[in-house]
């Protein structure tokens, strides 16, 4: 080294230039940056030393970046990466800057030596000189770059939609933004015991909120997603509360376009009065009842069960969600579906006034209440009525005679009912009761034991 060289080296990171001034001790160097700032450096910290006629000076700096600008075009390392590659050429800034502009002024392989330093992609430093990649690693490293900016453009897209809700904007989440959320939900439910909380809290901090478990949780309620009175043992179950892109898709595909019917010889029961017995606030609606008076004097019995599996293919999407959830299952707080609502309630319920796919049982009793004949039937049933509970008692209680059915039904039910205990079994009755909660709000209703619960039971 000597006076005037030019000389890079690395400032926190940073690639920067200075003029050599003058020693420093036995080894070591004061050099001058462009804004004059002297700086004692030991010959190890030079990482380029531009070669040049003439000495430089720190006022130098300013015009020579300027003049390597312009050569600063990284397409030209992939060129003179498939020139190399074919032979598996290695070069170094002074080769590369003849290769790209025929040339090698000071600013050319400077420049060279900024474009060869700078890739990750194309080349690999190997002593003073650089290797061409192969062609397989290159398409790994395209892959592998291509994803990681794929995930700062959907990291700062979710950061950018949070902004939008939290100044009260409507938004579509995007399905990218499922993880993220869920991250932030995973720290708000587990506190200390997330799993990857790091990750969490990083993204908590991008967002601007302080790293705290009651952060993250303030941040879900601001943004509508959580409500201030979540449910938060339920979260720790990890119970699925929504369903991925993929089971939707299936859903609506299914609604738009449904799968041809694997039952081909269904029986046809709209003829039948059906009567749905539920709960009033039930939406799934998944049992009925009918009455069939034979032209011999004989009375059937139909219970009606709604079959979703006319909608689902097994091995599908939908029917590996079913098996994984299992059961609906019914909370204070509401319900966690075990099918995607369009479906559940919809063509998979029995609906008033809609054709709708079932499995039919059909029995005779005796007089004494015992099954003298019955038989199964995948069927089509159009229900009729739409009746609660409350309905139901008040029609009993009234003996409404226009719809005789309900009342039989009932008689059949206790006929049913007596013949088992005379069998030897046991009825076991135990105060039942339904919670409901919202908000602050909590609502203790006792069931009563019935002769329209007895009748669907």
Not at 3 to 11: A, P, V
Not at 153 to 162: P, S, T
Not at 316 to 335: F, Q
Not at 419 to 427: N, P, T, V
């Amino acid at each position: 080294m000597e006076k005037g060289r030019l000389i890079e080296f690395r400032l926190h990171g940073e690639r920067t230039l200075a003029v050599l001034d003058r020693p420093e001790g036995k080894k070591n160097w004061v050099a001058i940056d462009a804004g004059g700032q002297a700086r004692i450096l030991a010959p190890k910290q030079v990482t380029y030393e531009v070669t040049a006629t003439e000495a430089f000076k720190p006022t130098d700096i300013e015009r020579f970046l300027a003049e390597v600008e312009s050569y600063l075009d990284p397409s030209g390392l992939e060129v003179a990466w498939e020139l190399l590659s074919e032979d598996s050429e290695a070069t170094n800034p002074e080769e590369l800057a003849f290769l790209l502009f025929s040339e090698q002024t000071p600013a050319q392989c400077y420049a060279a030596h900024c474009l060869l330093s700078d890739d990750k992609l194309y080349f690999k430093q190997k002593g003073d000189r650089y290797e061409p990649r192969p062609a397989s690693q290159v398409e790994d490293l395209k892959h592998q770059l291509d994803a990681a900016s794929q995930r700062d453009r959907e990291r700062q897209g979710f950061i950018d939609r949070v902004q939008q809700v939290l100044a009260g904007e409507t938004i579509e989440w995007e399905a990218s933004d499922r993880s993220r959320i869920e991250m932030i939900e995973r720290l708000a439910a587990f506190g200390d015991e997330c799993p990857n909380r790091a990750a969490a809290i990083e993204l908590l901090e991008s967002l601007g909120r302080p790293p705290q478990v009651k952060a993250a949780f303030q941040l879900l309620v601001e943004l509508k997603i959580w409500s201030e009175h979540e449910n938060l043992h339920l979260r720790r179950t990890q119970l699925p509360t929504y369903f991925s892109t993929k089971v939707l898709d299936v859903s609506h595909h299914c609604l738009q376009d449904p799968p041809p019917d694997t039952e081909t010889n269904r029986l046809d029961l709209t003829h039948l009065k059906v009567f749905t017995i539920d709960d009033a606030s039930t939406t799934e609606i998944d049992d009925g009842l009918s009455l069939e008076y034979c032209e011999d004097g004989r009375e059937r019995l139909w219970i009606h069960i709604a079959d979703p599996t006319r909608w689902m293919t097994p091995g599908d999407p939908l029917d590996l969600e079913a098996r994984r959830r299992c059961t609906t299952v019914y909370l204070p707080t509401g319900m966690v579906p075990m099918l995607p609502e369009e479906l559940a309630t919809g063509p998979m319920s029995l609906n008033q006034g809609q054709i709708c796919c079932a499995l039919s049982f059909c029995v005779e009793l005796t007089a004494e209440g015992a099954i003298d004949t019955f038989s199964i039937h995948p069927s089509f049933v159009k229900p009729t009525y739409r009746l609660t509970y409350d309905d139901v008692d008040e029609m009993l209680h009234l003996q409404l005679t226009n719809e005789p059915e309900i009342e039989a039904l009932a008689n059949y039910a206790k006929l049913r009912h007596t013949w088992r205990q005379s069998q030897g079994a046991i009825s076991i009755h135990m105060p039942e009761t339904t919670v409901k909660v919202r908000g602050d709000e909590v609502d203790i209703q006792i069931i009563d034991d019935s002769r329209s619960r007895q009748l669907v039971g």
